[in-house]
């Protein structure tokens, strides 16, 4: 089962409205790169024109994890998730 839901916003309280509801964890945008060894599934959907995730961010989370995979499933138009990272071992 999900050990702990992180529910991310560009806004900690639109994150918190929606954490509460879900026993989730609320954090910023700007928060996701000190949380993302964490993730075992990341779900983004943003209206963000640029990536919020980048090859060196999700680099870094990785090799905290010790190369344990992490599902990325990208749902935004634009892309939030740079495509750079499905090269990544270990990103599927």
Not at 7 to 21: D, G, P
Not at 31 to 53: C, K, M, N, R
Not at 73 to 82: G, K, M
């Amino acid at each position: 089962g999900i050990k702990r839901l992180i529910i991310a916003n560009r806004t900690v309280e639109k994150a918190h409205l929606l954490a509460t509801s879900v026993n989730g964890y609320a954090i910023s945008l700007s928060e996701i790169p000190a949380h993302l060894a964490e993730a075992d599934i990341v779900i983004s959907s943003t209206a963000s024109q640029l990536p919020i995730l980048g090859k060196g961010t999700v680099e870094s989370a990785l090799k905290l994890r010790k190369r344990k995979p992490i599902f990325m499933v990208d749902i935004a138009v634009p892309r939030d998730i740079e495509a750079e990272v499905g090269q990544l071992e270990d990103i599927y």
